[in-house]
């Protein structure tokens, strides 16, 4: 469904008369006649890929076998069609049905998935599952972040309580804010005025 502001809505369309219902990936919309600029019939690519995954279901249902190579026929289709998240899943029941199939099992890894304990897995997975957390940029263990958080917090209290030396420190000079300013400066430990 091509828009009269110039977008566009994929997906299967019920013509209503005065709106159309777009049945997205997920979910749906309306959207008013007056907002449609034209109807472009083609086939959605996500609709497809459940009636050839049904096909390739009963197939496999009836013939059985080994899988991962219609798998595989039916992943790099969806990759054609901008279906990454489909091929991944198709790849995956393949390498599953049939852990040896070489084809698989190289796209599945330039898909950016690593075997990792029997299973395929995204590298944020394996890292996380042998105990590393991404912060900044890099990964490092579980107890060197706890390390560099524990620093942070430190860092942004002593930040806090300089500034409120600040504040204190320009209110003495003020005789009616001076009383309040010095019970201010009793409540700051003093490393943090420690430069």
């Not at 995956?92 to 852990?99: F, S, V, Y």
Request: with cysteine.
């Amino acid at each position: 469904v091509h828009l009269t502001t110039g977008g566009k809505l994929e997906g299967e369309v019920q013509d209503l008369g005065d709106r159309l219902v777009v049945k997205l990936r997920t979910g749906k919309t309306e959207v008013p006649r007056e907002k449609v600029a034209r109807i472009e019939a083609k086939p959605v690519p996500w609709v497809e890929y459940a009636r050839r995954r049904q096909a390739l279901d009963v197939e496999e249902a009836s013939v059985g076998g080994r899988a991962a190579g219609r798998r595989y026929g039916l992943a790099s289709w969806c990759l054609e069609q901008g279906l990454k998240r489909e091929a991944i899943d198709e790849l995956l029941i393949g390498a599953q049905r049939e852990p040896g199939h070489e084809p698989t099992r190289k796209r599945l890894q330039e898909l950016g998935l690593e075997e990792y304990e029997g299973r395929w897995v995204t590298r944020e997975e394996k890292m996380t599952a042998e105990g590393y957390v991404f912060h900044q940029g890099k990964w490092i263990t579980f107890e060197e972040y706890e390390e560099v958080s524990a620093e942070q917090s430190a860092m942004a209290a002593m930040r806090k309580h300089q500034i409120r030396a600040r504040e204190a420190l320009k209110d003495l000079r003020n005789p009616k804010k001076a009383e309040a300013a010095k019970a201010k400066l009793d409540e700051i430990p003093p490393n943090a005025l420690v430069r």
